[in-house]
């Protein structure tokens, strides 16, 4: 059985409970660095939904411009 990908929301709301946490100031310096890497590899995941969905927004809007 494969899992289904992780949803924008949910990879989001993720990324914002990390960015609440490092503004916190409050995690030992190797827990935060971790936080940091997990954040940033959501962060692109995060952008790489949203230029597929532009993409996607823009084939539908002008599907001949794909052309």
């Known amino acids: 059985m494969s899992a289904e ?3 924008y929301e ?3 709301a993720r990324l914002q409970e990390i ?6 100031g409050e995690l030992p310096l190797a827990e ?3 936080r ?3 954040g940033v590899a959501l962060s692109r995941r995060c952008r790489s ?7 996607r927004v823009t084939h539908i809007a002008n599907p001949t411009a794909a052309e």
């Open 5 to 7: 990908p992780e949803s």
């Open 10 to 12: 949910v990879l989001y």
């Open 19 to 24: 960015v609440r946490h490092l503004e916190a």
């Open 32 to 34: 935060a660095m971790a």
């Open 36 to 38: 940091y890497e997990e």
């Open 49 to 55: 939904l949203l230029d597929a969905a532009a993409l």
